[in-house]
């Protein structure tokens, strides 16, 4: 098992960037596929970004590619998204996830942290 904590989330103007960085606890974290996704108001949550056992390997989401960077230390037991070029509509609660399979459905991951709130104004 493994908890997840993100921090990093805040306010921002539109162009700006943040990092956010999820913190996790337990010693198997280089086990878990890790990812990032996020939820608006009256929206599903959706796919951000997700990242390899290793770290090598990354997926994105269209809408956030070339923008936001998904990398992580398994030394630290630390995942991060960067987010460059933010735009109103990347404003949203940011979950970082944990899961034993790169996907890109929610249902798909296994632990969840309590969200980060992302507001990017115009």
């Known amino acids: 098992q493994v908890q997840l904590v993100e921090s990093g989330g805040g306010l921002v103007q539109a162009g700006g960037s943040l990092r956010l960085s999820c913190a996790a606890s337990?010693?198997?974290?280089?086990?878990?596929?890790m990812g990032w996704f996020r939820q608006a108001p009256g929206k599903e949550r959706e796919f951000v970004a997700a990242?390899?056992?290793?770290?090598?390997?990354?997926y994105g989401a269209e809408s956030v590619k070339g923008r936001f960077t998904i990398s992580r230390d398994n030394a630290k037991n630390m995942v991060y998204l960067q987010m460059n070029s933010l735009k109103p509509e990347d404003a949203a609660v940011y979950y970082c996830?944990?899961?034993?399979?790169?996907?890109?459905?929610?249902?798909?991951?296994?632990?969840w942290g309590q969200g980060t709130q992302v507001t990017v104004s115009s």
């Open positions: 996830a944990a899961g034993f399979r790169v996907a890109r459905t929610s249902k798909e991951y296994d632990y």
């Open positions: 337990g010693r198997t974290f280089s086990s878990y596929i």
């Open positions: 990242i390899s056992l290793s770290g090598i390997r990354t």
